[in-house]
T-cell receptor, first 116, second 112 residues
Framework: DTGVSQDPRHKITKRGQNVTFRCDPISEHNRLYWYRQTLGQGPEFLTYFQNEAQLEKSRLLSDRFSAERPKGSFSTLEIQRTEQGDSAMYLC??????????????FGSGTRLTVV | GNSVTQMEGPVTLSEEAFLTINCTYTATGYPSLFWYVQYPGEGLQLLLKATKADDKGSNKGFEATYRKETTSFHLEKGSVQVSDSAVYFCALTRGSQGNLIFGKGTKLSVKP
């Protein structure tokens, strides 16, 4: 297992376009998280899944954002009608529920989105 | 609500100096506490953790003790190296809720 993979690493898009990011977690991890990180800030929680169920969504996740994890494996995060304020690093992390507190979370390298 | 406050950076030290990065938290219940590190151009990596009061997490010469009475989890290292230059994030989880709550991060630069 090579850890948490995110694709693409970088994405430049024009304002108003839709973008989709993919995250492949560690295979035995049943929890998957999405975070957003802007320059000089810590990561901010967006949403998380346990298996295929989306258990929590932050109020940061506006109606333009949607996340799925259809088979409890990989996940996608879609942003519709992108705005310049969406420019950020989007991080994915995975963990094994019940062991979160002991082993922490494994993060991917992130997808850097630039909206021009 | 639950939150993490870290000392603001950047912190600039000479090699072999002593490091302290302060972290305090506000949380309901009994959170677990973490330090993550982000090296330039890389993703977040777990540095150390503590799951209950008075636990000490340690890794790579770094240490932090979970102090419930002062709601703190300060990161320390006795002798920093140039390779420790990175951004350090303090974080907590709210028990079984799962998601991490991060501080804003502290950038450390170590000069030779």
């Amino acid at each position: 297992d090579t850890g948490v993979s995110q694709d693409p690493r970088h994405k430049i898009t024009k304002r108003g376009q839709n973008v989709t990011f993919r995250c492949d977690p560690i295979s035995e991890h049943n929890r998957l998280y999405w975070y957003r990180q802007t320059l000089g800030q810590g990561p901010e929680f967006l949403t998380y899944f346990q298996n295929e169920a989306q258990l929590e969504k932050s109020r940061l996740l506006s109606d333009r954002f949607s996340a799925e994890r259809p088979k409890g494996s990989f996940s996608t995060l879609e942003i519709q009608r992108t705005e310049q304020g969406d420019s950020a690093m989007y991080l994915c992390a995975s963990s094994l529920a019940s062991l979160d507190s002991h082993y922490g979370y494994t993060f991917g390298s992130g997808t850097r989105l630039t909206v021009v | 609500g639950n939150s993490v406050t870290q000392m603001e950076g950047p912190v600039t030290l000479s090699e072999e100096a002593f490091l302290t990065i302060n972290c305090t938290y506000t949380a309901t219940g009994y959170p677990s506490l973490f330090w993550y590190v982000q090296y330039p151009g890389e993703g977040l990596q777990l540095l150390l953790k503590a799951t209950k009061a008075d636990d000490k997490g340690s890794n790579k010469g770094f240490e932090a003790t979970y102090r419930k009475e002062t709601t703190s989890f300060h990161l320390e290292k006795g002798s920093v190296q140039v390779s420790d230059s990175a951004v350090y994030f303090c974080a907590l989880t709210r028990g079984s809720q799962g998601n991490l709550i991060f501080g804003k991060g502290t950038k450390l630069s170590v000069k030779p």
